[in-house]
């Protein structure tokens, strides 16, 4: 599901993180999480006809330091090819970012290769020729990526240097957004229903309800339909109550 659905891509790395050893607060959480999807247990992903795009957008969020438990630093992306969503994740950082410019560099470096990912793919395809820009709200992480070297920064991972030499041959490129225009911010953590909705909008992903008419019929009863049947009934018992 998360695959699909940028929406429920936090939550359901955060509750696929303690699989192994559940504790009752996980379930709460799963609980939760099954209320959210029980309003909206559809989304579609509509790609509509576009121009020819140029650029390839990578959107780039981390939380650092957002697990309070091992204080690791989520990081988030998304990218968007005009108005399409091509790919999204959220991952829970290996290493323990010692600042937030640092987890943030990080970020920038997952998405970078992410996005140079999708470049190569199309073009296999036979789409060339297109450029790749890393969106990040994080001015430290876009000095970072456009210098050359450590600097005064010593505990930053050497194999994570590449970076710079992409943007500095201009394979890359890296542009400084708003926070609160940032599209992968709810990758990051957990967020409001309006944030999330805000997401999906800009991502051109539609809530919907109900199977799609090409969908496989199930063999049984649907038990999505029964519960929101039973839940038209609930109300209608209690109004008539009232």
């Known amino acids: 599901m998360s695959i699909d659905r940028s929406d429920t891509r936090f939550a359901i790395k955060e509750l696929a993180r303690r699989m192994a050893k559940p504790r009752n607060i996980d379930y709460k959480q799963l609980i939760h999480f099954g209320r959210y999807l029980r309003g909206k247990p559809r989304v579609i992903n509509h790609f509509g006809y576009q121009k020819d795009w140029k650029i390839i957008d990578v959107w780039s969020e981390t939380d650092h330091a957002g697990c309070l438990e091992t ?9 968007m090819f005009g108005t399409h969503a091509v790919k999204h994740w959220s991952s829970t950082q290996s290493l323990i ?3 937030s410019g640092e987890a943030e560099y990080y970020g920038c470096v997952r998405a970078a290769s992410h996005g140079l990912g999708i470049k190569s793919m199309l073009a296999d395809l036979g789409v060339t020729g297109k450029r790749l820009r890393v969106k990040t709200d994080a001015s430290v992480a876009k000095s970072l990526a456009s210098r050359r070297g450590l600097g005064g920064i010593r505990h930053i991972e050497v194999n994570q240097l590449w970076l710079q030499e992409k943007v500095n041959n ?48 199930l063999s049984g009863s649907d038990p999505l339909e029964e519960a929101l049947h039973g839940d038209a009934e609930d109300e209608e018992e209690q109004l008539g109550q009232a």
């Open 71 to 79: 204080r690791k630093s989520t990081t988030g992306g998304i990218i």
């Open 97 to 99: 970012s010692i600042s």
């Open 170 to 217: 201009g394979t890359i490129e890296i542009e400084k957004v708003k926070g609160e225009t940032n599209r992968a911010d709810v990758l990051t953590k957990f967020k409001d229903g309006e944030s999330l909705k805000k997401q999906l909008d800009w991502t051109s992903q539609r809530i919907n309800v109900g199977r799609h008419s090409l969908a496989p019929k």
